[in-house]
């Protein structure tokens, strides 16, 4: 399967290829002459080709940069390999992910680059192909290392990684829709660190979206806008407590819907552990599972709310699914099978708007 992977946090490199590579960039020049390139990049652990030997498991990975003058060729500028073991098989397919940060002296002439991504256990690959132009050299740290996520908790801390000072005093600003929950101006040689544990307004929200600015202070020019998910702690928030409780309702007896949403602060924890002791399922492919209908089943559809939705929370994901949007004197529909569970189902869209009703 080839993979087409564009950055949503930074946006600066799309890849292509079979590895999921992530990576960004920051520029300066030092002097007329030199160009000075630093890469971050991650890759997850479990698309990289493992081989056994008697120590644990091998991967290693090639990462070659090329460079072009305007209207020449590329030529190769550097190459360096990568080496990661681990001690065991489960380790090889984790959720861990392979960071770097590579850091290039190049001659100022260059104007494009060529990037790639080799496993060299396997024929894998990643390639990425860019032009120089003119960016704000910032890239977004999560407690203290660069990140490619959107995602973060509530307990995190966010920092900004500047490849050479800002120009002149800053402004950061976090929102959420009409509302600051942080504003900080910084002199050029302060850093910023953003504590969302110590944010009220963040703590005692909801998870959802955020917006993170960046504006030059004097100018107000904005230096660079980063949209963020933040997610909140169900047992600090009652917001949170009450909306994370509320999509339990697919797999959750009314009962234990109303326990849970009475249950006081200082026991939810032990709650929360205690009802999904009682589950066959876990508690993260669960909420995967939520993830996947918020965004397959809200355009046109109802969400969680949908019927999809019902039986995707209860039962997970199909073993088969057959659409069929075009038969003649037919409204558009798709049929769902479970076959150890011997289970069939047919939603029927019958509005022609994308709303699938479950009719069998």
Not at 250 to 264: D, H, M, Q, Y
Not at 268 to 273: D, F, L, Y
Request: with cysteine.
């Amino acid at each position: 399967m080839n993979y087409l992977i564009s950055i949503f946090l930074f946006g600066s490199l799309t890849f292509r290829g079979d590895l999921p590579v992530q990576a960004d960039y920051c520029l300066s020049y030092p002097t007329d002459s030199t160009l000075i390139l630093e890469i971050f990049y991650e890759i997850p652990r479990s698309s990289l080709i493992f081989i056994k030997t008697d120590s644990g498991f091998r991967s290693s990975y090639e990462i070659a940069l090329f460079g072009a003058k305007r209207g020449e060729d590329f030529s190769l500028m550097s190459k360096k390999k990568g080496e990661l073991w681990v001690e065991t098989y489960s380790e090889t397919k984790g959720g861990e992910r392979e960071e770097g940060h590579l850091l290039f002296s190049l001659p100022a002439s260059l104007s494009s680059f060529l990037l790639t991504f080799t496993c060299l256990n396997s024929d894998l690959t990643a390639t990425t192909q860019f032009s120089i132009r003119k960016r704000e050299p910032i890239l977004l740290k999560k407690g203290g290392k660069i990140t490619f996520s959107e995602r973060f908790l509530w307990k995190d801390t966010i920092s900004l990684h500047f490849s050479s000072p800002p120009k002149d005093s800053y402004q950061v600003i976090l929102s959420r829709g009409h509302q600051k929950v942080f504003i900080r101006s910084l002199s050029p040689n302060e850093t910023l660190m953003i504590s969302l544990s110590s944010l009220p307004a963040v703590v005692n929200d909801t998870s959802g979206f955020y917006l993170l600015q960046i504006f030059y202070s004097r100018s107000g020019e904005k230096i660079k806008e980063l949209p963020i998910s933040i997610t909140t702690s169900p047992f600090l928030s009652d917001k949170e407590w009450m909306r994370k409780v509320s999509l339990l309702s697919p797999i959750a007896s009314e009962g234990e819907i109303r326990r849970l949403k009475f249950t006081p602060e200082k026991e939810r924890a032990s709650a929360w552990e205690e009802f999904w002791a009682k589950r066959e399922e876990s508690e993260q492919d669960y909420f995967a599972r939520v993830d996947y209908c918020l965004k397959n089943f809200s355009f046109g559809d109802k969400g969680l709310a949908s019927d999809r939705a019902k039986i995707y929370l209860r039962y997970g994901p199909p073993d088969s699914i057959e659409e069929y949007p075009y038969e003649t004197n037919r409204k558009p529909y798709i049929i769902w099978r479970y076959f150890k569970l011997g289970l069939e189902f047919v939603f029927v869209d019958t509005k022609g708007i994308g709303e699938y009703i479950l009719v069998k």
